[in-house]
């Protein structure tokens, strides 16, 4: 993943600090993501539900709302209303400079900004939220015990999230008069809603209300034991992962990532293929688990994953330091760690310049060994001579045999 930061004019001229994260290569489609109450667009779930969106083709934009983070201009005059004028400067914004959001992500008070704003952005195809209240007005709870204060004197300050904001009478009325059921009842988008049943700050009742309004597409899914900000880094990308092979029915040139697909190929068989991104990028598949191959940018691939030449040093250094461990355990002998670093020293260019030629140079792998513990000399000795009998050393010194068939299409 690669970011772009800049700002652009909020929905009354401050400028709105922001953050474009790119997909390697091309992007597939454009996702604007909100922030929750009071948070910023660097807050822990943004980063990673970006992150993981970018993996599947995404670019994402996030920024800061007025007043918060690194944007211009005082929170306390901002309201909700605000907030989605926000929103729809930064659609405006893609939509000039690269591309119109196609999807629309909100976390908590960002997801039912999202709701207000989807039906002034046309380009929208699908939404999504997460934690996010029915009405905007549920973020009184916060000041309950301020609002008498707020009534009066106008304005007070507040604690949120253990820091102080200044919330001013205007944001109550702002929010009182908001009517979101009536704008999710009209919106005709795909909407998929995310909510913990053990939400403590959004009960889930928000996310029932939220529901019923909408028409059809619509989906919800549980989030279990999450809590409201999705601080576990897995939550956080099971997020992402749900969305983008949701967006996918949605969003043109969206498809589920082969790395996401429900798939595992025999024991025994390693499946290899093309992930449709960049020169060289390749999915491999053995069994239940998923890894990634490229090339080096000097190579002209994205450096999405180790090497092909990397993957058959990880294949012998894993082999060794296993069958090493097998044996030190066999003999109960004191092995706390074994660590093995391998280098390749024939130049990957030269070697792909003349495959052609069948070039005979001899590969040299250089393996150095690492044991660590109460070992004494005899001990260290032979697990030395131990790695030279782990498998795919013999393999590698053995005859090989390759054969290559055509599949049928």
Same mark, same amino acid.
């Given at each position: 993943?690669?970011?772009?930061?800049?700002?652009?004019?909020?929905?009354?001229?401050?400028?709105?600090?922001?953050?474009?994260?790119?997909?390697?290569?091309?992007?597939?489609?454009?996702?604007?993501?909100?922030?929750?109450?009071?948070?910023?667009?660097?807050?822990?779930?943004?980063?990673?539900?970006?992150?993981?969106?970018?993996?599947?083709?995404?670019?994402?934009?996030?920024?800061?709302?007025?007043? /918060?983070?690194?944007?211009?201009?005082?929170?306390?005059?901002?309201?909700?209303?605000?907030?989605?004028?926000?929103?729809?400067?930064?659609?405006?914004?893609?939509? +000039?400079?690269?591309?119109?959001?196609?999807?629309?992500?909100?976390?908590?008070?960002?997801?039912?900004?999202?709701?207000?704003?989807?039906?002034?952005?046309?380009?929208?195809?699908?939404?999504?939220?997460?934690?996010?209240?029915?009405?905007?007005?549920?973020?009184?709870?916060?000041?309950?015990?301020?609002?008498?204060?707020?009534?009066?004197?106008?304005?007070?300050?507040?604690?949120?999230?253990?820091?102080?904001?200044?919330?001013?009478?205007?944001?109550?009325?702002?929010?009182?008069?908001?009517? /979101?059921?009536?704008?999710?009842?009209? /919106?005709?988008?795909?909407?998929?809603?995310?909510?913990?049943?053990?939400?403590?700050?959004?009960?889930?009742?928000?996310?029932?209300?939220?529901?019923?309004?909408?028409?059809?597409?619509?989906?919800?899914?549980?989030?279990?034991?999450?809590?409201?900000?999705?601080?576990?880094?897995?939550?956080?990308?099971?997020?992402?992962?749900?969305?983008?092979?949701?967006?996918?029915?949605?969003? !043109?040139?969206?498809?589920?990532?082969?790395?996401?697909?429900?798939?595992?190929?025999?024991?025994?068989?390693?499946?290899?293929?093309?992930?449709? !991104?960049? +020169?060289?990028?390749?999915?491999?598949?053995?069994?239940?688990?998923?890894?990634?191959?490229?090339?080096?940018?000097?190579?002209?691939?994205?450096?999405?994953?180790?090497?092909?030449?990397?993957?058959?040093?990880?294949?012998?250094?894993?082999?060794?330091?296993?069958?090493?461990?097998?044996?030190?355990?066999?003999?109960?002998?004191?092995?706390?760690?074994?660590?093995?670093?391998?280098?390749?020293?024939?130049?990957?260019?030269?070697?792909?310049?003349?495959?052609?030629?069948?070039?005979?140079?001899?590969?040299?792998?250089? +393996?150095?060994?690492?044991?660590?513990?109460?070992?004494?000399?005899?001990?260290?000795?032979?697990?030395?001579?131990?790695?030279?009998?782990?498998?795919?050393?013999?393999?590698?010194?053995?005859?090989?045999?390759?054969?290559?068939?055509?599949?049928?299409?």
């Amino acid at each position: 993943m690669r970011s772009e930061k800049f700002t652009f004019p909020g929905s009354d001229g401050h400028r709105l600090a922001a953050r474009l994260d790119l997909p390697v290569g091309a992007p597939k489609a454009y996702a604007l993501f909100a922030h929750c109450f009071t948070c910023t667009k660097d807050i822990f779930a943004a980063q990673r539900i970006s992150e993981s969106l970018t993996a599947e083709g995404f670019a994402v934009l996030r920024f800061d709302f007025t007043g /918060l983070g690194h944007s211009e201009g005082e929170f306390a005059n901002t309201n909700f209303s605000s907030n989605v004028g926000d929103l729809l400067a930064a659609a405006d914004h893609l939509r +000039r400079e690269r591309q119109a959001p196609a999807l629309l992500i909100g976390h908590s008070l960002g997801g039912a900004a999202v709701l207000a704003a989807a039906g002034e952005v046309p380009e929208c195809k699908a939404i999504a939220t997460i934690g996010a209240p029915a009405e905007p007005s549920h973020v009184e709870h916060h000041f309950t015990q301020q609002r008498a204060e707020i009534e009066e004197a106008g304005e007070a300050e507040v604690l949120l999230a253990g820091r102080p904001f200044r919330i001013k009478r205007q944001f109550l009325e702002d929010i009182a008069k908001q009517r /979101l059921a009536e704008r999710v009842g009209r /919106l005709r988008r795909a909407l998929l809603i995310f909510h913990a049943p053990l939400d403590q700050t959004v009960g889930i009742d928000n996310a029932t209300q939220i529901f019923v309004a909408a028409k059809h597409p619509k989906s919800f899914v549980s989030l279990d034991d999450a809590d409201h900000l999705l601080s576990r880094r897995r939550d956080a990308v099971y997020v992402a992962e749900v969305i983008a092979a949701w967006a996918a029915r949605y969003v !043109e040139g969206i498809e589920p990532h082969p790395e996401r697909a429900d798939e595992r190929v025999d024991e025994g068989t390693v499946l290899v293929r093309e992930t449709g !991104e960049g +020169r060289f990028s390749q999915h491999v598949l053995a069994g239940r688990h998923r890894l990634r191959a490229d090339e080096p940018a000097q190579m002209g691939g994205d450096d999405t994953g180790p090497t092909p030449y990397d993957l058959l040093l990880a294949a012998l250094g894993t082999c060794t330091s296993m069958t090493i461990r097998m044996y030190a355990n066999r003999k109960k002998w004191p092995l706390t760690r074994t660590q093995v670093s391998l280098t390749h020293e024939k130049v990957h260019a030269e070697d792909c310049a003349d495959c052609e030629e069948r070039d005979r140079k001899i590969d040299r792998i250089v +393996r150095q060994i690492r044991l660590e513990g109460e070992l004494d000399d005899a001990q260290r000795a032979r697990l030395l001579e131990m790695a030279d009998r782990c498998p795919v050393h013999r393999t590698l010194h053995g005859r090989i045999e390759v054969q290559t068939v055509a599949e049928a299409p």
